[in-house]
């Protein structure tokens, strides 16, 4: 049967790698290529790729301004897709169906919609029907609703409110032709309390299509609840990954300790150019 | 280790492949025209998408005739990915019914889990059981995990083809071969350390 899978992300803005918190805050990590290089590592199942840098841009009607940054992002996804051997999700301010073939082509295997797929549903269903519905992940980005024990989606960056609660949406996409559904909490973003359980628990029940969870890690064992008492197929952070050596190794040893199945994180080496990198 | 031909003939993984093998050091000869076939020992057909479209292609550049001639005359190393393994049927079922290039006798049909909470397309890392004695999964675990993507597969006319299965809701096939012809389900290509050395393996047998 199919592993569970453990996928670090990474977040760009203006052509830094960044962590993030609560949406708002940012704080510059480094060069690109640096950083993807040291997460590729063998222990990845995949590796998400956003590029949260031009919402802001777009919305000046400047798309001038877009123009060195978004050279450089596909520049750099060209060359992570070089030494990138395991699936790539790239998002981020995809908006029309040539924008998805021109990232494949760089070298994803999937993309990663968000704004677009809330304001047309329909542009999922016109993904999946010409890439196929693995290549197309629908991004949800949800807040916590007080009082009503309930989600609300975001879009845009989490700027603009929906009032659409996040099992309906999931379930509208899934319905529309989404291969997987990357869930994100706003509330727990870069807060490292660890996920939340019940917004996964929540969505994971609504569909069948697999769930990744995204926001709030901050030490090994959410991955595990995530998994065991929230039922996603994967877990995805971000911020962590930073923070130590070889993170991504260490974060899968545990979860194979803890008996979860996930591809065994043993490694041998594979002798071959891998100083290219 | 051999250098490996890589038949281009508009396939979305042909780029990763190329990436796979340049990073192994394996020097690859992009094909772009069924003659250049001719020279090469070792033949790599990568494929994403429909069984009727990449016939529909390979056709039309020639290659169908070319692939068969190497392989089943002059007996050439080949190894068919995703799609590129699916077309070595006889007939393709996906999206009505397709002649493939008939190298080893068998159908591609649809994936039927007897589990209905399991999705379909089958994407993720599965493990595979190898069944048998096969070069290409030299020095790797007993039950290797790689990479799937894919709502259709390959079974043989012959069980003896069958030299891998991996479970989901049930048998899958995993990879096929005789003689000196494979074709693997999944991506090696995306399918990291086990992935890369399947693929060096190839290069290597002679």
């Known amino acids: 049967m199919l592993k569970i899978r453990l996928i670090p992300v990474v977040l760009m803005r203006n052509g830094m790698v960044v962590q993030s918190k609560g949406f708002s805050r940012y704080q510059a990590l480094g060069n690109a290529s640096t950083i993807v290089g040291r997460l590729s590592n063998w222990s990845a199942d995949e590796l998400i790729y956003l590029d949260i840098s031009r919402e802001a841009k777009y919305d000046l009607r400047r798309e001038d301004l877009n123009y060195p940054n978004r050279a450089e992002f596909e520049e750099i996804m060209v060359d992570i897709a070089k030494n990138c051997f395991m699936p790539l999700t790239v998002g981020g301010g995809i908006r029309t169906l040539d924008q998805v073939r021109q990232r494949l082509k760089a070298g994803a295997d999937k993309v990663s919609v968000n704004s677009q797929a809330f304001r047309d549903p329909g542009f999922i269903s016109a993904a999946a029907r010409e890439f196929g519905s693995q290549c197309v992940v629908v991004s949800i980005d949800v807040r916590g609703v007080e009082g009503s024990g309930g989600w609300e989606v975001f879009i845009d960056g989490g700027k603009t409110a929906t009032k659409k609660t996040a099992v309906e949406w999931a379930r ?43 926001g709030g890690v901050g030490e090994w064992t959410h991955f595990q609840e995530a998994i065991e008492s929230g039922g996603a197929r994967a877990v995805a952070a971000a911020n962590i990954f930073q923070y130590t050596e070889n993170s991504v190794h260490l974060a899968k040893t545990f979860l194979h300790k803890q008996g979860i199945d996930v591809r065994s994180p043993l490694i041998k080496t594979v002798t071959g150019r891998e100083g290219t990198r | 280790m051999h250098r490996v031909a890589l038949v281009d003939y508009g396939s979305g993984n042909y780029a990763s492949v190329r990436n796979a093998f340049r990073h192994l050091g394996v020097t690859v000869a992009d094909v772009e025209r069924p003659e250049q076939l001719e020279a090469e020992s070792h033949i790599v057909l990568p494929g994403v998408g429909a069984f009727g479209n990449v016939m529909d292609k390979l056709s039309k550049s020639g290659f169908t005739e070319a ?140």
């Open chain 1, 172 to 214: 509208e996409v899934e319905s529309a032709g989404a291969g997987e559904i990357l869930l994100n909490s706003i509330d727990r973003d870069g807060m490292r309390r660890g996920y939340d359980i019940e917004l996964i628990r929540a969505v994971t029940d609504a569909v069948r299509i697999p769930v990744i969870a995204l």
């Open chain 2, 67 to 206: 692939i068969r001639r190497e392989v089943l005359h002059r007996e050439k190393f080949f190894l068919g990915i995703c799609v590129g393994m699916q077309v070595l049927a006889t007939t393709g079922m996906e999206f009505g019914s397709h002649p493939g290039l008939g190298i080893i006798p068998g159908k591609v049909t649809p994936i039927e889990p007897d589990d209905g909470k399991l999705s379909i397309p089958h994407m993720g890392w599965n493990q595979v059981s190898v069944q048998g004695d096969c070069a290409l999964f030299t020095g790797m675990d007993l039950e290797p995990t790689f990479y799937f993507v894919h709502s259709f597969h390959f079974l043989p006319d012959n069980p003896e083809d069958r030299l891998g299965i991996c479970d989901y809701g049930g048998p899958v096939t995993a990879c096929v071969g005789r003689n000196r012809v494979f074709g693997v389900q999944f991506h090696p290509e995306k399918s990291q350390e086990a992935g890369l050395q399947l693929l060096r393996n190839f290069a290597n047998i002679c």
